[in-house]
């Protein structure tokens, strides 16, 4: 998502919007902008390529004050990326505006806007929404109104933020699909794409709805809805400090991240679908033509990423009907291998600096892959500069060294690589749409699963004086045991090991005894009977068994000797199939914290390891 920040004071805004790119550069981009409103009606306006420390540069080099101003981060969809593509966007001088997301009906109304005499300096679609607010505008209505008039027009997700430099009182925004924030100062108001750029500032903060259009003054907001009603937004005080990365409330890092995943999945998804489809252009300028010639999927990863990986394989040869190999980085870099005729060359990696995984993409390049493409967290990361296409994941910053957000993120990004990859694969449009609908109910039924951390507490304390566990799972869940059991060991440091549940009677049988804890994920699929055999296989040897399941699953904890202080059953909606290897790591992960806690280990930074693997 590219970033938006604007303000309206009595003071020189200039720093609060450069301060306030800088807060979103987790999100990725690769060109900003900054425009002041003059006295006189001129307009102020600095763009670079890069970075926002070089915009920093540029209007440190050129100086100006301003009372009102935009600045933006984009990360490009229409145009390459070069400065007359960056935003903000001016129209005759005097309409600035900034924008996320996409206009997919812009070349209709470029072409109405040409035949009137408008000049385009640019090949995105942004500026086509500054040129229509301005022919409204010079019709003679404010410039609410014309805003107002124009998204009548538009078609697509996005949100928008302009001034005009002739009517310098207000900022006027608006939002479809694109959220937008605006928070509350003592004679100032600001707006963003992000709670985050304006901690500084402000703590008090209304959240647009699908529709909203607002104005807003130094000394006032007016929100209008979907209808051109006057509307009043809930004020909601943010509990988060000015550093987003204090724990706040939270004991431990590696907690907060954990509550935060419903608000960082829902960031992965926002601006990437709409309507129960997937929104183009969301890999880059002409990825759907690259993608198109993609008749291999090779996936590279590490640790946990690794685990997301895994995944995805089940959902693009299923969906897709694409052959995908996943294969752990550091294995892959010191063999010899061939890359398949069309083969894309994926890796995953929260901080973009993986040593094995960086290593395997520069022998990837050595090999005619198709393209490549990295999934991760990090905007100006090596993996990010060296790779062909990128998709962030905007999990924010992840200070606890267990992953957590990081990886329920990157599997909302897989999904929607690999649903793109299904749609141009032939999937059908219904079921397509079907997917797209449950992915984008992930955030809320994650949110919904947090709600079992009380249970899930009382049953860690069985888990303290234990020294080995055990965790099952089939199908696509076989990698959320995987990614169980390395959260387990990673911070109790109890042994854990996860396995696929059908593999029970081909040796870790022999493991279990009353002694071994035995933790299984359960959705509600096509595999359940066979689950439910391989845990009454654990039953019969004396295992105490711990089952995360479907609520919509039919188990019988009385079948398996759940219940009087033995094992437990715990039931939660999983959201559907497809999005169930997703919500079902989150009670693992809570398990894995809570577990840590009772023994008393370094819930953040445990023993031995480190955040981001960067040597060998």
């Not at 601006?271 to 033509?289: K, M, S, Y």
């Not at 052959?323 to 890796?347: G, M």
């Amino acid at each position: 998502m590219c970033g938006i920040v604007g303000a309206i004071a009595q003071r020189d805004v200039t720093t609060i919007l450069v301060e306030g790119l800088r807060r979103l550069e987790y999100r990725g981009y690769d060109s900003t902008g900054l425009a002041l409103a003059q006295p006189g009606g001129e307009l102020a306006l600095w763009r670079t390529i890069g970075k926002v420390t070089q915009l920093a540069e540029k209007v440190k080099a050129s100086p100006r004050e301003g009372v009102l101003g935009i600045a933006h981060s984009r990360w490009a969809t229409h145009g390459g990326v070069t400065e007359a593509n960056a935003h903000p966007h001016v129209s005759e001088g005097r309409i600035a505006l900034i924008h996320n997301g996409i206009i997919e009906n812009y070349l209709e109304i470029r072409a109405a806007l040409s035949a009137k005499g408008y000049v385009f300096a640019s090949e995105t679609d942004t500026e086509v929404v500054a040129h229509l607010i301005h022919e409204f505008v010079k019709q003679g209505h404010d410039l609410t109104e014309a805003v107002k008039l124009a998204v009548r027009q538009l078609t697509g997700a996005y949100a928008i933020v302009v001034f005009d430099a002739l009517q310098p009182d207000r900022i006027v925004v608006a939002r479809i699909a694109s959220p937008l924030v605006i928070g509350f100062g003592q004679g100032e108001n600001f707006v963003a794409s992000d709670v985050q750029a304006l901690l500084p500032v402000t703590r008090q903060f209304i959240f647009l709805e699908e529709g909203d259009v607002a104005d807003v003054r130094r000394d006032a907001v007016t929100v209008f809805d979907a209808d051109g009603r006057v509307v009043q937004r809930k004020r909601h005080e943010s509990s988060l400090s000015a550093d987003a990365v204090e724990r706040g409330e939270y004991a431990h890092y590696m907690l907060k991240e954990i509550h935060e995943q419903p608000r960082a999945i829902a960031d992965t998804l926002e601006g990437r679908i709409a309507n129960d489809r997937i929104l183009p252009n969301i890999f880059g300028v002409d990825a759907e033509t690259l993608l198109r010639r993609v008749r291999h999927v090779q996936i590279v990863a590490c640790g946990t990423s690794y685990h997301g990986g895994l995944v995805a394989r089940y959902w693009c040869e299923s969906l897709a009907a694409i052959p995908c190999n996943v294969e752990i980085a550091s294995e892959f870099r010191y063999r010899e291998f061939v890359a398949p005729k069309d083969s894309l060359f994926v890796t995953i990696s929260q901080s973009g600096e993986t040593a094995d995984t960086l290593a395997a993409l520069s022998e990837a390049k050595k090999h005619g892959y198709l393209a490549t493409l990295v999934i991760c967290n990090v905007p100006e990361s090596s993996l990010v500069r060296e790779s062909d296409l990128v998709l962030m994941t905007r999990a924010g910053p992840e200070i606890g060294v267990a992953s957590t957000k990081a990886n329920t993120t990157q599997l909302a990004a897989l999904a929607l690589l690999m649903l793109e990859l299904a749609r141009i694969n032939g999937l059908p449009a219904e079921r397509l749409r079907e997917l797209v609908a449950e992915l984008a109910s992930l955030p809320r039924v994650v949110d919904a699963v947090l709600k079992v951390e009380g249970q899930v507490r009382e049953l860690a304390q069985r888990f303290v004086p234990k020294q080995h566990a055990l965790f099952l799972g089939r199908g696509t869940h076989w990698p959320v045991a995987l990614e169980g059991a390395l959260k387990l060991k990673e911070i109790s440091y109890i042994h854990a090991e996860g396995y696929p549940a059908g593999e029970l009677k081909h040796g870790p049988l022999a493991l279990v005894d009353a002694q071994m804890p035995v933790v299984a994920v359960v959705p509600n699929d096509h595999l359940l009977e066979k689950l439910k055999s391989n845990l009454a296989e654990v039953r019969a040897r004396g295992g105490e068994l711990f089952v995360f399941a479907d609520e919509a699953a039919e188990i019988d904890a009385r079948q398996f000797g759940v219940g009087e202080g033995h094992g437990a059953l715990v039931k939660l909606d999983s959201g559907g199939n497809f999005i169930a290897p997703a919500v079902l790591t989150v009670p693992l992960q809570l398990l894995a914290y809570h577990v840590a806690v009772l023994r008393g280990t370094d819930v953040d930074q445990p023993r031995n390891l480190a955040k981001s693997v960067t040597v060998e």
